[in-house]
């Protein structure tokens, strides 16, 4: 699980990686929209963010059957 001082120690590196989204976005051409000192912190930045939707999609599957158990009718015992 990612803690808020991992994300803050990845801050860098997440904003390394809106600027090759901004210079793609923008149109540059083939071989330039990311830079070869840019290629690991462009990793990291994805490996961060992978693991940050994973434990979404579990919170919100988890969340989903709690709620779904929550107004389940049950059989109540004789």
């Given at each position: 699980m990612i803690s808020g001082d991992d994300i803050e120690?990845?801050?860098p590196d997440l904003e390394i990686a809106d600027k090759i989204v901004?210079?793609?976005?923008?149109?540059a051409t083939q071989e330039r929209?990311?830079?070869a000192d840019e290629t690991l912190p462009f990793i990291r930045a994805y490996v961060?963010?992978?693991s940050m939707n994973e434990e979404t999609a579990k919170l919100?599957?988890?969340l989903k059957q709690r709620e779904l158990d929550g107004?389940?009718?049950h059989n109540a015992p004789n």
């Amino acid at each position: 699980m990612i803690s808020g001082d991992d994300i803050e120690a990845f801050a860098p590196d997440l904003e390394i990686a809106d600027k090759i989204v901004e210079r793609a976005a923008r149109g540059a051409t083939q071989e330039r929209h990311i830079m070869a000192d840019e290629t690991l912190p462009f990793i990291r930045a994805y490996v961060v963010m992978r693991s940050m939707n994973e434990e979404t999609a579990k919170l919100l599957s988890e969340l989903k059957q709690r709620e779904l158990d929550g107004m389940a009718v049950h059989n109540a015992p004789n």
